[in-house]
């Protein structure tokens, strides 16, 4: 019995090393799936081409489609102060790859005021394709 409920604890521990998610310095919490395209990081002043799809949890409404490309300029000093965006970790980034974040709507209603259909205690969730 003690055996097999220490394997099932390493599992576990495993298991969970396992997770790719990180915290962005804002901390959001994010996770990066490498794809196969171009090894070279995002660099400061490259420009870029990106999908996003934005969700709503709670009713799992698509608010942004992906299949909208959007361009966009990594410069790095410009996003110090922002706080739960993708483009705090660029430099991470890869042509090819995919960001998944969820944000918490009771955090962003401390920065800045949404529109009525996002109630507290829902999460928005962002999937980003570079």
Known sequence: MIKSTLKLMLA????ASCSQTEKAPSGMTYKITHGSGN?????NGQAFKFN??????????ILKPI????????????????KFNFREILGKLRKGDKVEYSISVDSILKYQQLPPFFKKGDFIRVKIII
């Open 12 to 15: 576990m521990v495993l298991f």
């Open 39 to 43: 090894e070279k990081l995002i660099k």
């Open 52 to 61: 996003e799809e934005v969700r709503l949890k709670s009713k799992d409404s």
């Open 67 to 82: 299949d909208r490309p959007d361009y966009d300029q990594y410069d790095s000093a410009s996003f110090i102060n922002e």
